[in-house]
């Protein structure tokens, strides 16, 4: 009885030390990102919709428009990349591959999760820069490098969770499916894929959240500009490269640093849209 109420005793804390960091950071983080309106004066609806952000003009300017435009295109755009082929690795090893096909892909896709961001943005810096710049045009640097570096990262995510999704379906809708007269493919489109559609929609979720908040890779290729983008092969900068790139060079309380803390704070209440609407699939697919 004494070790499972000590066993008791230190699940409960663990869940309290975790707990208590999150609202620590969610207050620690809105008190922060609120400074630049309640104490600089920053005017907010002008922080959200002006693309000028000149912070060393005689008179500043602080729009972050266009770093939250480049953060939901990157994002937005690496899921459309990255949705297909996880979903379609996924059904490739639940229900074509042989038992030994799983076996071996598994591993594979497992393996580039271990890869550090900083690899990803080297080879892209390296590889697909240079590729893009001779052969699709552009400086190389931009969204669409941008978007395919994201889109590698957060594959191995949506392809785990979706294979998980597949393999866990009840055989006989397989089975019932198949003694129907359905074809293979005819069960996977029209029955195994809406059966499925929810928890692969929140691994579509689970990739755009991690894509939102990734930084060093993003920022080795996409071209940290200020200038809105217009096209797939333009400059653009995300929240989080701008953050990175100018959080050094501020003085800590300036207006500056506190409207970088004010694009934090954009980027924690993003991710907590993504867990609810997180939240709301996986509610769905009790149902």
Same mark, same amino acid.
Not at 23 to 32: D, M, R, S, V
Not at 92 to 101: C, D, H, L, N, R
């Given at each position: 009885?004494? +070790?499972?109420?000590? *066993?008791? $005793?230190?699940?409960?804390?663990?869940?309290?030390?975790?707990?208590?960091?999150?609202? @620590?950071?969610?207050?620690?983080?809105?008190?922060?990102? %609120?400074?630049?309106?309640?104490?600089?004066?920053?005017?907010?609806?002008?922080?959200?919709? !002006?693309?000028?952000?000149?912070?060393?003009?005689?008179?500043?300017?602080?729009?972050? %428009?266009?770093?939250?435009?480049? !953060?939901?295109?990157?994002?937005?755009?690496?899921?459309?990349? @990255?949705?297909? =082929?996880?979903?379609? #690795?996924?059904?490739?090893?639940?229900?074509?591959?042989?038992?030994?096909?799983?076996?071996?892909?598994?591993?594979?896709?497992?393996?580039?999760?271990?890869?550090?961001? &900083?690899?990803?943005?080297?080879? *892209?810096?390296?590889?697909?820069?240079?590729?893009?710049?001779?052969?699709? *045009?552009?400086?190389?640097?931009? %969204? =669409? !490098?941008?978007?395919?570096?994201?889109?590698? $990262?957060? =594959?191995?995510?949506?392809?785990?969770? @979706? /294979?998980?999704?597949?393999?866990?379906?009840?055989?006989?809708?397989?089975? *019932?499916?198949? #003694?129907?007269?359905?074809?293979?493919?005819?069960?996977?489109?029209?029955?195994?894929?809406?059966?499925?559609?929810?928890?692969?929609?929140?691994?579509?979720?689970?990739? $755009?959240?991690?894509?939102? +908040?990734?930084?060093? @890779?993003?920022?080795?290729?996409?071209?940290? !500009?200020?200038?809105?983008? /217009?096209?797939?092969?333009?400059? #653009?900068?995300?929240?989080?490269?701008?953050?990175?790139?100018?959080?050094?060079?501020?003085?800590?309380?300036? &207006?500056?640093?506190?409207?970088?803390?004010?694009?934090? %704070?954009?980027?924690?209440?993003?991710?907590?849209?993504?867990?609810?609407?997180?939240?709301?699939?996986?509610?769905?697919?009790?149902?």
């Amino acid at each position: 009885m004494n +070790g499972e109420f000590r *066993g008791r $005793m230190l699940v409960t804390l663990c869940a309290i030390i975790m707990i208590a960091a999150t609202i @620590a950071i969610t207050i620690f983080l809105g008190t922060k990102g %609120l400074q630049a309106f309640i104490k600089n004066g920053v005017n907010p609806i002008e922080f959200l919709t !002006s693309s000028d952000w000149n912070p060393l003009k005689e008179n500043p300017e602080y729009g972050a %428009l266009t770093f939250i435009v480049g !953060s939901f295109a990157v994002t937005v755009l690496s899921a459309i990349i @990255a949705a297909p =082929l996880g979903i379609g #690795a996924a059904i490739f090893m639940t229900e074509i591959a042989p038992s030994w096909g799983r076996k071996i892909l598994q591993p594979i896709v497992e393996l580039l999760v271990g890869i550090p961001s &900083v690899v990803y943005g080297f080879i *892209g810096l390296t590889v697909l820069v240079p590729f893009v710049r001779n052969h699709i *045009g552009g400086l190389g640097f931009g %969204l =669409l !490098s941008g978007t395919i570096v994201l889109a590698v $990262m957060i =594959l191995p995510t949506v392809t785990t969770i @979706a /294979t998980d999704a597949m393999a866990t379906l009840p055989k006989n809708l397989r089975e *019932g499916s198949l #003694a129907l007269g359905a074809t293979r493919w005819q069960t996977i489109k029209k029955v195994l894929i809406p059966a499925a559609l929810p928890s692969l929609l929140t691994a579509i979720v689970l990739g $755009m959240a991690r894509a939102f +908040g990734e930084a060093l @890779a993003v920022q080795m290729v996409i071209g940290n !500009s200020r200038d809105l983008p /217009t096209s797939i092969l333009d400059t #653009a900068a995300t929240l989080t490269t701008i953050i990175t790139l100018n959080m050094g060079n501020t003085t800590y309380g300036s &207006v500056e640093n506190n409207t970088l803390w004010s694009m934090g %704070l954009i980027l924690l209440i993003m991710s907590f849209g993504f867990i609810l609407l997180i939240r709301y699939l996986a509610s769905r697919r009790k149902l």
